[in-house]
């Protein structure tokens, strides 16, 4: 009797241990998993790409542009590249990407991509961010289209908006 009780204890050792180191990797995997959201300006921009490509307008509104980009009256989310052409379009602009450069500065950035269009004509986007319920979203892009490309920028420059 004493025999079993005391192989109940170790047993009941044994798989505990293992279950509680089981549980501290599973929390620490959920823990970096929950970190997974974009950080970097480029990082919002390559998920706003993939998003583009899938036509996942509805999470395009609802999380990669800013609110007063998004309130312009949608009634569909499928009219998305209707409202905003360049918009639907910015990710085949490029289809060669040279560099890109970030700036940040609190809830306020500017990501510029140089590279080349289908043609091979030197282009750059700038693109403006704005922070808005802990994620950076877009809010505002200019393409510029070049003659060389040693007119490429060599830092992030901030679109300037037209009137």
Known sequence: MKITVLCQKEFRFLL?????????LLLFLSGCASH??????Y???????????ARDYAYILNNLITQSMGTRGIERFSEFPDYFPILADLPGILVKKKEHFELRDGNFGCLTLNGFDR????????????REQGSWKLGYVS?????????????????????
């Not at 070049?146 to 920028?153: A, C, D, H, R, V």
């Open 119 to 130: 043609f091979d004509r030197p282009a750059v986007i700038k693109m403006e961010f704005g």
């Open 143 to 163: 393409v510029d289209y070049l003659n060389l490309p040693s007119e490429f920028t060599g830092a992030a420059v901030c679109p300037k908006r037209r009137a």
């Open 36 to 41: 997974s959201k974009p950080v970097t300006l």
């Open 16 to 24: 505990a241990a293992p279950f509680k180191i089981s549980l501290l």
């Open 43 to 53: 990082d919002t921009y390559i998920e706003y790409t993939y998003r583009i490509e």
